[in-house]
């Protein structure tokens, strides 16, 4: 039974970041503050630090209990199972959008006369086969991305420091607040509010006492990572080219002198997109199997990542549509699934919790 299978803290560690890194290195969240950019990110990572941990509060409450379980205690069987199949067409969505985001990415990076529909079914055959192979599987890929992804960006960025240009990060806040709390909202959607799909992992963890330092600690050491990515790219290109830039990041490898370590970038966020939408198509299926009390997951690997693959090339009509969506429109889009329902059912359960236990209180007390 798949409930059966279990992962480590330190995987359920490296998943989170490889999930929030994800599409984060490809379509950059913070674009819009410019040279102001890190300090939108650093708000939106403490903001986001909170939102994941509402969400291990959420499990703490509702121990062994998955999302989909979760709902259905708290808000009955009917409304539970309502919100349930939103959850699940809200991860395909997602799933759909980290496909559109890695295939434009390789067609405008290396790849301008491949088909963009070939290179998504390509990358997500290898993530149907993930998700199929089980979550321990996955675990243990993302603790192998999770050190080399580390180790490239350390390496890019003492390779790139003699190209810092400390004036790049001026004038401050010559816009004033208004573009940094408007980023940082976007930021704590994209990536921080996305891991409440994590909500379905969080059974298998062994030790489960520690989920919340885990989940905690991953999302500070993910914002750590992606602010120094945010200031490397800025001080190198500047504050202009860091957010016109459609992909950055590919720019910056690319200016590392007499070295092409280019295809590196390419290897990670390949990597890092099969975490993050296996994830998602793990979060879908197992959600749909709960649903219908079932006991497999595997049989609808295939027909969600199918659906996934279909809505991606559906959902834009370019690059440009892509872009506008992630920071205009998906953050709003977001909101019901990130914090409202999370924020109702986290009162919900400490309101069960603190009566189940005056009810067992009672109960001692009627005994004695």
């Not at 990572?45 to 909170?50: A, H, L, P, S």
């Not at 703490?60 to 309502?82: H, M, Q, W």
């Not at 806040?173 to 379905?200: R, S, W």
């Not at 006991?295 to 659906?307: G, S």
Request: net charge positive.
């Amino acid at each position: 039974m798949y409930k059966n299978s279990k992962i480590s803290n330190y995987q359920l560690f490296t998943l989170l970041c490889g999930f929030m890194i994800g599409s984060s290195l490809i379509v950059s969240p913070a674009a819009g503050a410019k040279q102001e950019a890190w300090l939108a990110f650093l708000i939106g990572c403490i903001i986001g630090t909170i939102l994941i941990a509402m969400y291990a509060s959420i499990y703490r409450l509702n121990p062994s209990c998955t999302l989909i379980e979760a709902l259905e205690k708290n808000f009955g069987k009917i409304l539970g199972k309502v919100f349930g199949v939103l959850y699940i067409w809200y991860f395909i969505h997602l799933t759909s959008l980290v496909l559109r985001n890695f295939g434009e990415y390789s067609v405008v990076t290396g790849y301008p006369e491949t088909p963009i529909l070939f290179i998504i079914v390509c990358f997500s055959l290898i993530i149907a086969f993930s998700v199929r192979a089980g979550i321990e599987v996955m675990g243990r890929i993302s603790e192998i991305f999770l050190v080399i992804l580390t180790a490239i960006l350390v390496f890019v960025f003492f390779s790139l420091i003699t190209s810092f240009d400390l004036e790049n990060l001026k004038p401050f806040m010559t816009q004033g607040i208004k573009p940094i709390i408007n980023t940082a909202f976007g930021i704590v959607t994209f990536p921080f509010g996305e891991t409440i799909a994590f909500l379905m992992v969080f059974p298998h963890v062994i030790k489960q006492e520690k989920i919340m330092k885990t989940s905690i600690f991953s999302s500070l050491f993910v914002g750590l990572v992606l602010i120094e990515v945010i200031l490397r790219n800025t001080l190198v290109l500047g504050s202009n080219m860091a957010s016109r830039d459609i992909f950055p990041s590919h720019i910056v490898f690319r200016l590392i002198p007499n070295l092409d370590v280019d295809p590196l970038l390419d290897v990670n966020l390949t990597v890092a997109g099969i975490i993050k939408a296996g994830i998602c198509i793990y979060a879908a299926s197992a959600g749909i199997v709960q649903l219908l009390n079932l006991d497999d997951y595997k049989p609808f690997v295939l027909p969600f990542t199918a659906l996934a693959v279909s809505l991606s090339i559906w959902i834009y009509g370019s690059i440009m549509e892509m872009l506008q969506w992630a920071s205009d429109i998906w953050p709003y889009y977001s909101i019901p699934f990130q914090i409202v329902i999370p924020c109702i059912l986290l009162i919900l359960s400490f309101v069960r919790h603190k009566r189940s236990g005056k009810v067992k209180n009672d109960k001692s007390a009627r005994t004695i």
